[in-house]
């Protein structure tokens, strides 16, 4: 998706502690986190348990969370003090006896919201057949949002490996970044655990919670590709799928590296403040940029869904296996994904002359960057 830059100050004293910026000198290298999404009531509840790398002695662990209740926080198994500032969305722990390294584990319990702000963990509805509204549970991080769902260093350049539990309710769909690799169900709720993934920053995390179909897997190379969608709409699937499984070859022949991650989930959801979003091996959509009827709908529309599944599945590459260090790169991330989206696409349907259709594109984008309030 397309973000706003974040301003980067420059009149901040090095003496004082930057506002903006997360201090560095301890760093996340994997995460634990389980979630119990309660949808009925639009809560959840979690813990998470992150592994630390210190690199110098500290007393004071700084990270972000936003709009969540920490309940409870210990450091290496000892309890500690914890603030929240909403101010800078951080967490401020502070210990009675300092850290000096090189590791250190903390572990945090939480209560959040699922809002209604499309950020974050959110809530998206939609009403089923019989007339009644359900609730997904689904998530946008990008850009600094995956502090709503659970206390992390929620910067790009805080790359990690991120294992995901889903506690649910049963007969729920649970999905996220990695593949299921171990489910227990008791009690009217099944607790799905999720293949840990590559190192990766946080806004990339992604997990989704709702009733919902999946289609057959088609298998590209050893990968597992599906769609998922709300109940009622396969027959509108298969042509994403198809743009799917192609563009995911022509990639890894492309880019000559193997595809990152161990699936691919194509999601699309009804409510969804951006187009889609490049979460790894979870990608999520718009519905309209990723379901559609080829017999139904002109060239536009399909080249639209098109443009949207190769943008994203040229992210895995180019955005989640080498990122930007921060928010100001986020122009290189978006350009050239656009830019393999179009190669893509013309490599799957040469005749709709996709280089053509893009020298008006882009002379759209000369138009917007000759303006004074460019970017």
């Keep these: 998706g397309t973000l706003p830059v974040m301003p980067i100050p420059s009149t901040i004293s090095s003496a004082a502690p930057d506002p903006f910026r997360l201090p560095a000198h301890v760093r996340p290298t994997r995460y634990d986190v389980r979630l119990r999404p309660a949808l009925s009531d639009a809560t959840f509840s979690g813990e998470v348990s992150i592994e630390l790398g210190v690199d110098e002695p500290t007393a004071t662990l700084v990270l972000n969370a936003i709009e969540l209740d920490i309940t409870a926080a210990r450091v290496d198994g000892q309890d500690a003090h914890w603030e929240l500032d909403g101010a800078t969305e951080r967490l401020i722990i502070t210990l009675d006896t300092p850290l000096d390294g090189p590791s250190a584990t903390l572990f945090v319990r939480f209560e959040g919201i699922l809002n209604d702000k499309l950020r974050g963990f959110y809530r998206s509805t939609y009403v089923d057949d019989d007339g009644v509204e359900q609730v997904i549970a689904t998530t946008q991080m990008q850009a600094t949002d995956c502090r709503r769902a659970f206390p992390c260093w929620d910067e790009p350049a805080f790359k990690a490996v991120f294992g995901i539990t889903l506690d649910v309710e049963e007969g ?157 790169g986020i122009w290189l991330n978006e350009a050239f994904a656009t830019f393999m989206e179009i190669a893509g696409c013309d490599a799957f349907a040469p005749e709709w002359e996709r280089w053509t259709s893009f020298g008006l594109e882009r002379s759209v984008a000369f138009e917007v960057d000759s303006l004074a309030s460019t970017r």
């Design 172 to 328: 729920l769909t649970a999905i996220s970044n990695g593949a299921e690799v171990d489910r227990v169900s008791a009690d009217g709720r099944t607790v799905v655990r999720f293949a840990d993934t590559m190192l990766m920053s946080s806004y990339l995390v992604a997990f989704v919670v709702g009733r919902l179909e999946a289609t057959d897997v088609v298998d590209v190379d050893g990968i597992p590709l599906r769609v998922l969608h709300v109940p009622g709409k396969s027959a509108l699937t298969g042509f994403g799928l198809d743009v799917g499984a192609f563009c995911l070859r022509w990639f890894q022949d492309y880019y000559d590296i193997p595809y990152p991650s161990d699936k691919v989930d194509l999601i699309a959801l009804p409510d969804f403040a951006a187009g889609a979003m490049e979460n790894l091996g979870c990608i999520t959509f718009r519905e309209s940029l990723l379901l559609v009827d080829p017999d139904q709908s002109t060239q536009q529309e399909c080249q639209l869904v098109a443009d949207s599944v190769a943008h994203e599945l040229a992210h895995m590459w180019f955005g989640d296996l080498v990122t930007m260090r921060w928010w100001n």
